[in-house]
Every structure is written in structure tokens, then in C-alpha cells.
């Protein structure tokens, strides 16, 4: 396609273009409105501003150009139109938003507001290439006539720019249109455009060999087009007799198409067998369409013999972008292939104008994605207002749960929606992120939260003493972000805590003070810590001073010391004496020793440490003292067997007074802070003290043996049950 040289439009070059748009949209345009953007224009340019754009086309000529393509390939409304006119005013500033919208009105306003925002994106580099920036282009479009302009206005750009003398600026272009824009205009059923965008991409990027294919369809047309006349002249007559109202025309295929079978099939020209396509368009009621294609297709099929495997029905089933036609390879004379298309008008209107032209939009929400949502669009019907009536508040929410931002090389980045700059930093390396203070969001200093918008240019600022804070968490979206800050954080409290540690042990062996767990972890919650990593960090951080710790731990040591000397122990306890032997003080004993033997001494055998409840027996010792043990007890069947005689029946007497010193062996996770989840169950039960506590720890596992005290079986086993809910916790024992 010859450029329209509208880099150096003449005054009659502008004028006849407004001839042709004037009589294009006699049916759409009131009668003020070429007044109004004529009066905007003049405005525009009567203060010596140049009419070129920077790479010298002439901005007027080309809105005027792509407003016609918008008449012959999309059928626009009247919005459409004036939103092409005058959406370069805007990003030039020469028209205000406001203006357009008191002018226009809102919906023209919208438009164009789409129309600048995706205008730029052109000012960031070494982006077109990425999935990304298609996406970002749709987010920031919002209606789906924007990317319509979009496109044919790309259209006109690639016809304006044939010879251009940046060669580059050509080769880009070209690519772009390539890439992006002829796959939009795919999905959207403008196959014209597509057909066109492709040819003159392939045309700018690879022009000898464009210009071989185009040289070689050349010298074969005379031969090709008397093929075709051959092969439609039985088919003519086999319609006719119908009665069906068509038309039939033969066409080649474009000259993009072809190459791209040139090199997947690797043949010459010659051997490409579907070289050239016969169409039949068929003038019949809606009801009657789907009917008369096949109908038609059977007289072509008995007349010409077709290959099974090239079948394509799209009737039954149309194509996402509502694409309607029926598609059989058939062998015609000279045993070459030829593709029968067979479709009605209303189909052929779709396939040359797209969707645009009969789009039924009942409100489908889209999934996300731009092919999931085609698929969700099959309606497609006439309608009294005119096509793009439909079409004003429809908004593309495709990408609505995401955000596109830049960096300031160009560099494009995807980010859920609501990602702040310190998920944008996160997003580029974790380093960056930990070392974040803010960004310069579009050369303004904006802090750690601040929500980004697609299209923003984000530079992030960092300082070399800035570490990852706990508050953060409370703003961060993205995944990565909220765990790498995470794992600083604990990295950090780990070490601190680890020094926090060594500086308690450390103070304390120079006390000369022997650090029970025990009464580490009663200080520990009596100061008001929820867990070990805590405190540790607090000492760590100077928060508390570590000669105050040691302080609270004596205390708390030396009242427990004086607690329990005032307090006789159950290894020390004797029976006293009771000068009344009646059967009422009787009941004051906790042990039945023999026949209702009363004041001999006994002890609870440390080897099973026997407690209220558990099933016993005496054994008189050598020294003549009673040691009482449990019937389980380990060494229980020894004693039977050797001593029998020694052997005294003992029980409960019924009376629980005294605590019982009974061990309890824990195996779990070596996890932080699980040592004082179980002293804080312990701590919590009432009539039960912790006496001792030990722990080893090896390869993730620690055991821990702990003695209480406490009162009978029963609250021993509840014990028990409460610390094995203890997370980490696997199991736990009493023993012996």
C-alpha cells in the first residue's frame, strides 16, 4: 500500500479527506458536531504550534485518516469519530478534558482519556515486547472502542509511513503492528485489517521478500484468475438453478499468509495448494442461514471432491471473536486445492468489520483474560440503534485485579492490584526491598505504602541502614514480599536473641549463679515477655537491663526456697505419733500401712515416686523404714520374689493434704518457645509446682524430663493430657 504522504498534506488534501468523512457519517454525526472539532482544530494551531509530529507526519491529515478507515473497515459511532478527531488536541494540551466533556459530552470524554493514557505508554521504551505491555494496554483502554481506534489509527500510521526516511521508526512500527495490533484485531473479528497490518509489517521488516511473493502473484494473476473463472463457471449453474440469492467471488490469499506457509511447508510458491480461496455470500433470512450454507456445500462437495481433513465448521460452533462461516478444500480442475468459504451476508459484514458491526453485550463479566472473555460473547444480531450504541458503557475489565507499573529504564513489571512500592521493590530483587525508605512515583517522592496505578514510572530509593520492620507486614500484597520480610525479621530476632542469651549466661556465671529453667521461665513471664525470643531480644536491645533479671530471679528462687522449707516434702514426711488412736484420727494418715499400723516412718521409694492414687505396697527396709512403692515399679518384681516376707500391704487412706514429687518424661520439636508454653500449662494448673526441669536438644528433637508436684493420679493425668496440646509437643510420659 502507497503511503497517503500526509507528512506533507496540502490544504486539498485535508479538505478532500473532510469530503469523504462528511460523507461517510451523514447517518451518525449531528449537525454541529464538524463545526465544533473544526473550530478545536483551528484553535489548536492558530498559535504557530507545528501541525507534524516528531517524526514528521502531519497530525490533522492523520486523524482524518484514520477517522475514514474507522467508516470503511469498522462502521463507528458517532463518539467513535469525534474521539479520533480530537483526541491529539488533548495530548498535545491544546484541549482541555474538561472542554471536551462540556463540548461532547461524557462519553466522548471517556474516550479520550482512554486514548491519551494509552498514548502513553510510547514515551516508555523497550516494553512493546511483552505480554505485559498488551495487558497494560488493555487496562488502560477500559472501553473496548478505544482499542477499535487503537487500531485502525495503527493502520493508518503503517500506510502513512511506506519510504519514511527513519528507518528504525519504520522497523518498529512495523513490528508493533506485528505483534500487538494485528493479533487485537484477530480477536476482534477485523480480519481486513489484520490481513493489512501483517502484509505491511512484512513489507517494512523483510521488503525483498515481500516483494518477490508480490512479484510472483503478479506474473501468475492472469493464469490464476482464469482458474478461478474455470472453476466457478459449474459451480454458477449448479446455484442458479436453486434460486438462492448469492454472489461468488475468488480472491489469494494475503501475501503475509502465504509466506508464513512459504516457510512452514518449505516449498516454492508452486506447491502451495491453497494458494488462492472462492467465497460464496448468500443473501437469506436469519432463520434460514445455517440451512442454505449446507445446502450449498453439498452442491459443492457433489461437484468437486473435498479432503475431510481441511473441514471447518464454524457454524455449529463460531470462533471466539463470533467469526461465522463454513470452510471446505476441495479438488478442483487439474487436481489443484482450492478453499470453498461458505457464510451468508451478515456473517461476511462480521468477518470484514469484526464484531464491532453486530455486538450484543449483555453485561458478561470477564474471567481475566482476553480469551476467556471472546469466548463468552455469541450473540451477534441486528440491532435498531446502530452497532456501536451497544457498546458506550461497556468497560474492559480484563485485567482489573492487576497492576502494571514501570521502571525508569522501560522495564515492565506486573503486580496484584493494591501492590504498594514496597512490593514493587520486593518484586525486583529481595535486597532492594529490605533496603526500601520510598520511590519516586512519576518523579514525585511517595512513601513505602503508597498503592500504585498501572502506567506508573516507579524509581525506588533505599539506604544502607533500612531493615525490614514488623509494620510492614500490615501493607504488603504480594507473597514475596510478606515472606522475605518475615525471614528477615526472624533472622534478625534469632541472632539477637542468641547474644541476648550469652550476655544472661555470661552475667550470671560471673555471679557465680546456677540458672534453673524453671524459675528462668516463671522470670521470664512474671517480667511480662510472651515468649523466650522476647526476652532474650529485649536483653539484646538494652530494653532491660540484664543485673534487673537476675534480681527478679532470686527473688522469685528464694521465695519458692522459703515456701518449701516451711513446707515438709513427701521423701522427708514421717508419720507422727498420734497419742488418740481412735479410728477418727485414722483418717488423718494418707497411707493404711499393714493392719491400720499407725507412727512408723516411711518414705515414697524414689525409683518409681509413687503419688496419691497409684496402686502400692510397703517394703521393709534394712535401716527398719518403710519405703512404700508402686506395684508397676520397675523393681517391684524383684522384691516379691526375694523378700516376700518384707512385704507389708499398704493403701491410701482416702485423704489427699500433701504434694507428690512425680517426672514427667516430654519428647517434640526443638521449636522457640515451646519449653515455656509447657511451664506456662504447669504454671497455670492450681496445687501443682514445678520443682525441676531439664532438656537436651539434638538434630531438631529435644526430650526434657520435668518433676512436679502434685496432689494425686488424677490431676496427673490431666496434667498430662493439657501438655501433650502443647504444639510441637509428641509425646509424653510419666516415669518411673
Not at 485518516?65 to 498535545?92: H, K
Not at 464491532?356 to 470477564?366: D, M, N, R, T
Amino acid at each position: 500500500m502507497e503511503n497517503h504522504k500526509n507528512n506533507t498534506a496540502t490544504p486539498g488534501d485535508l479538505k478532500s479527506l473532510v469530503r469523504r468523512l462528511l460523507r461517510d457519517t451523514c447517518d451518525v454525526k449531528a449537525d454541529s458536531d464538524f463545526k465544533t472539532v473544526k473550530q478545536a482544530v483551528s484553535a489548536a494551531y492558530t498559535d504557530g504550534k507545528s501541525p507534524t509530529d516528531r517524526h514528521g507526519l502531519h497530525k490533522v491529515a492523520h486523524a482524518l485518516d484514520t477517522a475514514v478507515a474507522l467508516c470503511e473497515m469498522v462502521s463507528p459511532d458517532r463518539n467513535m469519530i469525534i474521539s479520533t478527531l480530537i483526541y491529539g488536541l488533548c495530548v498535545d494540551e491544546s484541549l482541555s478534558l474538561d472542554k471536551v466533556k462540556s463540548t461532547w459530552g461524557d462519553d466522548v470524554e471517556r474516550m479520550v482519556n482512554g486514548l491519551m493514557k494509552v498514548s502513553t505508554l510510547y514515551g516508555k521504551q523497550g516494553v512493546v515486547k511483552t505480554d505485559n505491555f498488551r495487558r497494560l494496554l488493555m487496562t488502560f483502554a477500559e472501553d473496548i472502542r478505544v482499542i477499535i481506534i487503537m487500531i485502525v489509527e495503527r493502520l493508518t500510521l503503517m500506510r502513512a509511513i511506506n519510504h519514511h526516511p527513519d528507518e528504525k521508526f519504520v522497523t518498529d512500527t512495523a513490528f508493533e503492528a506485528n505483534y500487538l495490533y494485528a493479533p487485537l484485531a484477530h480477536r476482534l473479528g477485523l480480519y481486513k485489517i489484520k490481513s493489512e497490518l501483517e502484509d505491511m509489517s512484512l513489507k517494512y521488516t523483510s521488503r525483498d521478500t515481500y516483494t518477490k511473493i508480490a512479484r510472483e502473484l503478479n506474473e501468475t494473476k492472469v493464469a490464476r484468475d482464469a482458474y478461478i473463472a474455470n472453476f466457478i463457471a459449474p459451480l454458477k449453474e449448479k446455484l442458479d438453478d436453486t434460486g438462492l440469492k448469492y454472489e461468488i467471488k475468488g480472491r489469494t490469499k494475503s501475501i503475509y499468509s502465504i509466506w508464513n506457509k512459504l516457510r512452514k511447508q518449505q516449498v516454492e510458491l508452486s506447491g502451495i495448494y491453497d494458494l488462492f480461496a472462492i467465497r460464496i455470500i448468500l443473501d437469506v433470512p436469519i432463520e434460514r442461514e445455517k440451512a442454505d450454507c449446507w445446502n450449498v456445500y453439498s452442491i459443492v462437495a457433489d461437484m468437486y471432491t473435498p479432503n475431510p481433513a481441511r473441514m471447518k465448521d464454524w457454524l455449529s460452533i463460531p470462533k471466539s471473536n463470533g467469526y461465522e462461516s463454513l470452510h471446505t478444500t476441495v479438488k478442483g480442475p487439474d487436481n489443484k486445492w482450492v478453499e470453498v468459504q461458505i457464510r451468508t451476508r451478515r456473517m461476511d459484514l462480521v468477518a470484514e468489520k469484526g464484531l464491532a458491526a453486530h455486538w450484543k453485550y449483555k453485561g458478561i463479566k470477564s474471567e481475566g483474560d482476553l480469551d476467556t472473555w471472546m469466548n463468552n460473547i455469541r450473540d451477534i444480531l441486528e440491532t435498531a440503534d446502530g452497532p456501536m450504541e451497544l457498546m458506550k458503557n461497556f468497560k474492559m475489565d480484563l485485567y482489573d485485579k492487576e497492576v502494571f507499573v514501570f521502571t525508569p529504564r522501560g522495564d515492565l513489571y506486573r503486580l496484584p492490584l493494591g501492590a504498594t512500592v514496597l512490593d514493587f521493590a520486593f518484586n525486583i530483587h529481595s535486597k532492594l526491598g529490605c533496603t526500601c525508605v520510598g520511590a519516586k512515583v512519576n518523579g514525585r517522592n511517595r512513601k513505602l505504602n503508597h498503592k500504585l496505578r498501572s502506567g506508573d514510572t516507579v524509581e525506588v530509593t533505599t539506604a544502607p541502614g533500612q531493615m525490614p520492620k514488623q509494620d510492614w507486614l500490615n501493607f504488603v500484597v504480594t507473597s514475596k514480599a510478606r515472606n522475605k520480610i518475615r525471614q528477615t525479621i526472624n533472622e534478625r530476632a534469632n541472632r539477637a536473641s542468641e547474644l541476648g542469651k550469652e550476655l544472661l549466661q555470661r552475667r550470671c556465671k560471673n555471679r557465680k549463679i546456677d540458672l534453673d529453667e524453671a524459675y528462668l521461665m516463671r522470670t521470664i513471664k512474671k517480667m511480662g515477655y510472651r515468649t523466650v525470643t522476647d526476652f532474650y531480644c529485649a536483653i539484646s536491645d538494652e530494653v532491660i537491663d540484664v543485673n534487673d533479671v537476675i534480681t527478679q530471679y532470686e527473688l522469685l528462687e528464694n521465695a519458692d526456697r522459703k515456701a518449701e522449707t516451711e513446707r515438709r516434702s513427701a521423701e522427708e514426711f514421717e508419720l507422727i505419733e498420734n497419742i488418740d488412736r481412735n479410728a477418727e484420727t485414722v483418717s488423718d494418715d494418707i497411707l493404711i500401712i499393714g493392719d491400720n499400723i499407725k507412727g512408723i516412718n516411711y518414705r515414697l521409694s524414689k525409683c518409681c515416686n509413687p503419688i496419691f492414687g497409684d496402686d502400692v505396697f510397703g517394703f521393709v527396709s534394712a535401716e527398719g523404714v518403710i519405703k512404700i512403692h508402686r506395684n508397676d515399679c520397675p523393681n517391684a518384681a524383684h522384691i516379691r520374689y526375694k523378700y516376700p516376707y518384707r512385704v507389708i500391704r499398704t493403701r491410701w487412706s482416702g485423704k489427699v493434704g500433701s504434694h507428690f514429687a512425680a517426672t514427667l518424661k516430654i519428647i517434640g520439636n526443638d521449636d522457640i518457645g515451646i519449653v515455656t508454653n509447657i511451664t506456662s500449662i504447669i504454671n497455670k494448673e492450681k496445687d501443682v509446682t514445678l520443682r525441676n526441669i531439664s532438656i537436651d536438644s539434638s538434630d531438631g528433637i529435644f526430650s526434657g524430663f520435668l518433676v512436679v508436684g502434685i496432689s494425686d493420679t488424677e490431676a496427673l493425668n490431666n496434667l498430662i493430657k493439657k501438655i501433650k496440646t502443647v504444639k510441637g509437643v509428641k509425646d509424653v510420659q510419666r516415669n518411673n
